[in-house]
């Protein structure tokens, strides 16, 4: 999702190949000490995240061990509460108008992003044993991808998620150009 992101929009994938010629050499292999405090790099994975979620709910749900008033409602004790990842990630009321949009530069400044908005491994003691490795492979993968290629949305086609328990195309098929580039 992400390199197809960034290859409908060119000024996000030029800053990213800016920022990735700033730390490495045309022919160098990333490594992650190199890559993993990346501002852009970072945002544009966090960003890809929001809008396509790895999964769908919050994972394992949690029960109150006694009736709780939370806001205007009553939970009764032991009713079991699933967060809805997807619709916490697209809710304009934290994320804005521009909600659908993909905007790396929101993450930036992530003191303007709201507490307790973005789960993209879930939370708490039972989140994702393994994000840091996933994250670790997210910054190779994309920066070695965008570090040596230049990319193109060959069709300009639409994207067509279909989202079940991890997103997809609804076609299975995305057709991007990879060219070798040439850094002078």
């Known amino acids: ?3 197809v992101q960034l290859s409908k929009n060119p000024q996000k994938l030029l800053s990213l190949v800016k920022e990735l010629d700033e730390v490495l050499n045309i022919d160098e292999l990333p490594i992650h000490n190199k890559l993993k405090d990346l501002k852009y790099l970072n945002a544009v994975i966090s960003e890809t995240m929001r809008l ?3 999964f769908l709910d919050g994972g394992i ?3 109150p061990n006694e009736d709780t008033i939370f806001g205007k409602y009553m939970i009764p004790k032991n009713t079991n509460l699933v967060l809805n990842i997807y619709d916490l990630h697209h809710d304009p009321n934290y994320w804005g108008e521009n909600v659908e949009e993909f905007i790396p530069e929101r993450w930036l400044e992530p003191e303007h992003i709201p507490r307790d908005v973005y789960y993209p491994f879930s939370a708490g003691i039972r989140n994702c044993i393994g994000q840091n490795f996933a994250m670790m492979e997210l910054r190779l993968l994309i920066a070695t991808l965008v570090h040596r290629y230049n990319i193109t949305d060959v069709k300009k086609q639409d994207i067509d998620i279909i ?3 991890t ?3 609804k076609d299975l098929r995305y057709d991007l150009k990879f060219e ?3 850094i002078k």
């Open 1 to 3: 999702m992400t390199i």
């Open 52 to 54: 396509w979620p790895v």
């Open 167 to 169: 997103p997809s195309f």
């Open 163 to 165: 989202q079940y328990f």
């Open 180 to 182: 070798k580039r040439k």
């Open 61 to 63: 749900g949690r029960a």
